[in-house]
């Protein structure tokens, strides 16, 4: 009689077309996508035996069949129907075996992004951290092991750039730089959030109508000497080019060029590689982000939101990089 014996299903990542840009043009890349094995509490971090993944049915994620446009659901359930909150997915490369890894420093990405059902206490977030390209044990890239962050979450702390965490009702996009490579990280870092550091409150709803998809570019730009010194952010919808009113640099962080706080600093962990991350998460606790005197959110009720709109979801389309101006 045989006996029993457990049996750890492969996991099949999503395809995921991506653009790489030269003022040439843009080119095709066909890599895929893999969900962070921590959000959601999806698996047992020491246990990597589990049935398959299934993106749409476990986790909400949703991929179009040409994979240049990838939809996060807000509420799924998993295997054994336990509810499962937002999702956090990142690139492998072509070849399936490493997280794609993208240096920054004198270029630019896009990205196209529908936020028109990102309420308050919602957070659609697309953002870079310094995470190692072959993941780390147990289940290494094939299953989304490796996450860190500048909050230090899961454990693991390293350089952060937010591109964006936004709901409709607030845009910031932050940097997070760290003292080492995985220690010292500045948690708050420097951000700019046109609603609360200029006090226009109509620029992101109004003048970026987020009713409407919206191209987001992010330019990364460097001085003489290839060393990072401004992040400057524009947005294109309606055939209409956006400035944001203000860009990052030093000198609007306060933070003196060369310091561990600085852009360059941060800039020297985007030569080394980071991983894009895309996230969609929910708290009662995001005033500091939509709410008070950084957005126009008054109340939260994340469980009401849940149970009332658990397809709520954030579509983000046309990922572009390459150098400044190509992307868009």
């Known amino acids: 009689?045989?006996?029993?014996?457990?049996?750890?299903?492969?996991?099949?990542?999503?395809?995921?077309?991506?653009?790489?840009?030269?003022?040439?043009?843009?080119?095709?890349?066909?890599?895929?996508?893999?969900?962070?094995?921590?959000?959601?509490?999806?698996?047992?971090?020491?246990?990597?035996?589990?049935?398959?993944?299934?993106?749409?049915?476990?986790?909400?994620?949703?991929?179009?069949?040409?994979?240049?446009?990838?939809?996060?659901?807000?509420?799924?359930?998993?295997?054994?129907?336990?509810?499962?909150?937002?999702?956090?997915?990142?690139?492998?490369?072509?070849?399936?075996?490493?997280?794609?890894?993208?240096q920054f420093v004198g270029k630019e990405l896009s990205y196209t992004v529908d936020m028109s059902e990102i309420e308050c206490g919602v957070n659609a977030a697309l953002y870079t951290v310094e995470m190692p390209a072959t993941g780390k044990t147990p289940g290494g890239v094939k299953y989304g092991y490796g996450y860190c962050d500048a909050n230090c979450v899961d454990g693991d702390c390293c350089p952060e750039f937010d591109i964006q965490e936004a709901s409709k009702h607030a845009m910031v996009f932050t940097t997070h730089s760290c003292q080492q490579a995985t220690s010292g990280c500045d948690s708050s870092g420097c951000g700019y959030n046109p609603y609360r550091d200029d006090n226009n409150h109509a620029f992101w709803g109004t003048t970026v109508n987020v009713n409407q998809p919206v191209t987001v570019v992010t330019q990364f730009r460097a001085d003489a000497s290839g060393n990072l010194n401004e992040v400057r952010r524009l947005y294109v919808q309606g055939g209409k080019t956006i400035e944001s009113p203000k860009s990052l640099t030093d000198s609007f962080c306060h933070y003196n060029a060369g310091d561990w706080h600085s852009l360059s600093n941060m800039g020297a962990s985007f030569k080394k590689g980071h991983v894009l991350v895309f996230s969609l998460w929910d708290s009662d606790g995001m005033n500091w982000m939509d709410g008070g005197n950084n957005g126009g959110c008054t109340s939260y009720n994340i469980n009401q939101l849940e149970t009332s709109n658990p397809g709520l979801k954030v579509t983000w389309s046309n990922i572009k990089f390459g150098d400044l101006d190509s992307t868009y």
């Open 1 to 102: 009689m045989l006996g029993l014996v457990a049996v750890v299903l492969a996991e099949k990542h999503p395809n995921f077309t991506w653009q790489q840009c030269t003022k040439s043009g843009c080119t095709d890349v066909h890599g895929f996508l893999v969900h962070d094995k921590h959000m959601g509490d999806i698996r047992d971090r020491d246990n990597a035996d589990y049935p398959e993944l299934d993106y749409e049915k476990h986790v909400g994620v949703t991929v179009s069949a040409d994979g240049r446009t990838v939809v996060q659901h807000l509420v799924s359930h998993d295997w054994e129907n336990r509810k499962v909150v937002g999702s956090r997915i990142y690139i492998v490369t072509p070849d399936d075996t490493k997280y794609e890894e993208f």
